[in-house]
């Protein structure tokens, strides 16, 4: 089993909430989405592992196991070219679940007319396999679901 943790603060509200189809639909993967709390913070890793993908708006992190979480962080956010967010650590880098990944502002993502909503996704996972979601206030490295 594998414990993923919030990788920021807000309300979870699940990934029918999140505006994009290919997110909402689960065509990406199983999960849920956080609702940030509007203001800067840090993205922090949802597991144990190495950071596969990183980009400034969304990373990939694979466990020992070989399991894969993406976080991405707002929607339609690859289109600020990394504008507003800063990296905390490096692809290839192996992390611990917490540590801070990504610097951005929830609050600015938004006011520039995009969703801060943030999937959080286990990649090639199915559904049942996802138990314990969380729902409503969550910190980041609370847990937000069981991979089992």
């Not at 603060?9 to 505006?19: D, H, M, N, T």
């Not at 999960?31 to 400034?56: C, N, S, W, Y």
């Not at 905390?88 to 801070?100: K, T």
């Not at 951005?104 to 049942?128: H, I, N, Q, T």
Request: charged share 20%.
């Amino acid at each position: 089993m594998t414990t993923v943790l919030a990788p920021v603060e807000g309300a979870a509200v699940g990934l029918a909430a999140v505006p994009d189809p290919v997110f909402s639909a689960g065509m990406v993967g199983p999960g849920t989405a956080i609702d940030p709390l509007r203001g800067p913070g840090e993205a922090v890793a949802p597991i144990a592992g190495k950071i596969m993908k990183l980009h400034p708006h969304a990373y990939v992190i694979v466990g020992d196991d070989g399991r894969g979480v993406l976080v991405h962080l707002g929607i339609d956010t690859v289109q600020l070219k990394g504008e507003g967010f800063r990296l905390l650590a490096a692809e290839g880098d192996r992390v611990r679940a917490g540590q801070p990944v990504v610097a951005w502002d929830p609050a600015a993502v938004e006011a520039g007319g995009r969703s801060p909503v943030c999937p959080v996704v286990a990649l090639d996972a199915v559904s049942e396999s996802l138990t314990g979601v969380a729902e409503g206030a969550v910190h980041a490295g609370d847990e937000l679901f069981r991979w089992e």
